[in-house]
Every structure is written in C-alpha cells, then in structure tokens.
C-alpha cells in the first residue's frame, strides 16, 4: 500500500449529486488535510484534523462536509457543488510534533468535474 | 499580507543546463522554507526544506535552495537538468507557526525541459 491513497481519482458528478472523496493513510499520522488544487491559483488548504479534531476550516463552503472517523481515514462529503467547484483535491497527511515541519504527504488526488 | 510568490508559471531549460526557480516569501519573521515537486498525474512530494539551520539546503534528485533573508528568497537550483526533472514545482511557507502543518503555497512553476 502507498502512504496515502486516494477513491476515486476522477469522479464526474450533477450540482444535484451527492457524492464523497475518501482519503486512507498508511504511514501512521497524527493529522490529515484537504486542499483544493485548481488551474493558475495556489493551493488552498480547506481543512485540517488533528487527532481526529478538526482544527482548521477556511472558510470552506458548507456544500464541502468533511469526516475523521479516525486517525487513518478522512472523507469529504460532497453536496449541490457548483461548476467552479471542479478541481483536483489533494489529501495530505502528516505526523505533528509542535512545531511545523513541512512534511506533507500528499494522495494522487481526486479530479472532480461538476457538470 | 503575508504570501508565497513564484516568479514565472512556466521555465524551460535545454537537458544538461541550470535550472533556476524563484521564490520570494513576504513576512516579518523569516518562516520556514519547502520545496515541493508535482510530477503529472501524481500529488506533491517534498523536495527539501529550510528551518533555520543551514542556510544552502540540499534535496533530493540533486536540487539545492539558498535562503537569503536579505532578499527574502528561497530559490531552487539544479545544476545539471535531466529530463524526468519535467514537473511542476511549488514553493511553500510555514507563515503562521501553527503547530500543524499550515503552508502557504505559490501558484507553480510548471519546468519543461528541451531535449
């Protein structure tokens, strides 16, 4: 198994779908995160877990409802998404001892396209 | 406001010549430093990181980067580019001292190399 493995990779859903991106790693970390990779912008960071709390929530839209059921996985429920949702959507893992290190570990992604 | 910023979205260098990207950090305290490769169809993977140590940071695959405080840079070299170097490359900030792995991330340099 890779360190961090992403369902679906692509995934092509309706504004009226309910879809969810999943995120699993095997490396044994204490937090996890999603952002959002879209053309020509900087990554934005969406949401951070740490030890199954979420910590950090930037202003995501509600439409986004991320899960933590435990340290190894973490979801991103999908619902009514908008056109300009469509992005990769990376997930990332670290193991956090105080101070950043700026190790990520980051999943292939998940290619959203909403129609 | 406190950002990441890449001069230049894409670079192209022939095979065998330096490869130069930039970097330049806006904050009032020097942050820490990372360099992160995107090779397509893949998430990101560190290169190599500055924090407060050595100021001339050697990574993998045979980059280095030298954080100069004077200029606020934190530019990425290779002195030799070799084909499996195409990728695109993101230069990233701990601007926050959160205590997770909260990074500020450039928009990208996408590097193609000439054979």
Redesign the interface.
């Known amino acids: 198994e890779t360190g961090v493995t992403q369902t679906p990779r692509h995934l092509v859903m309706g504004m009226t779908n309910k879809k969810s991106l999943k995120c699993e790693q095997h490396l044994g970390h204490n937090a996890m995160y999603w952002y959002k990779q879209s053309a020509k912008k900087p990554l934005e960071l969406m949401f951070v877990y740490s030890l199954e709390e979420r910590v950090e929530n930037n202003s995501v839209p509600s439409r986004f409802s991320p899960e933590c059921p435990n340290s190894s996985h973490l979801f991103l429920h999908l619902h009514t998404l908008q056109p300009e949702d469509s992005a990769l959507y990376l997930c990332a893992s670290s193991s956090h001892r105080g101070r950043s290190t700026g190790e990520l570990f980051f999943g292939e992604g998940s290619r959203l396209t909403v129609l | 406001a406190q950002s ?1 910023t890449q001069l230049g ?1 894409h670079v192209s260098v022939s095979e065998g010549a330096l490869v130069l990207l930039r970097c330049n950090y806006s904050s009032s305290v020097p942050p ?3 360099w ?1 490769v995107q090779y397509p ?6 290169l190599l ?1 500055y ?1 407060s140590a050595a100021t001339l940071v050697k990574g993998i695959n045979g980059f280095e980067a030298e954080f100069k405080k004077s200029e606020t840079s934190f530019h990425l070299t290779k002195p030799s580019a070799h084909m499996s170097d195409a990728a695109e490359y ?1 230069c ?1 900030a ?1 601007l926050s ?12 340099t996408r590097l193609t190399i000439i054979p």
Do not use: C, I, W
């Open positions: 990441v979205s820490y430093l990372f992160y169809n893949q998430g990101l993977q560190l990181k924090t993101f990233a701990d001292n959160f205590g997770n792995e909260k990074l500020t991330f450039g928009t990208g």
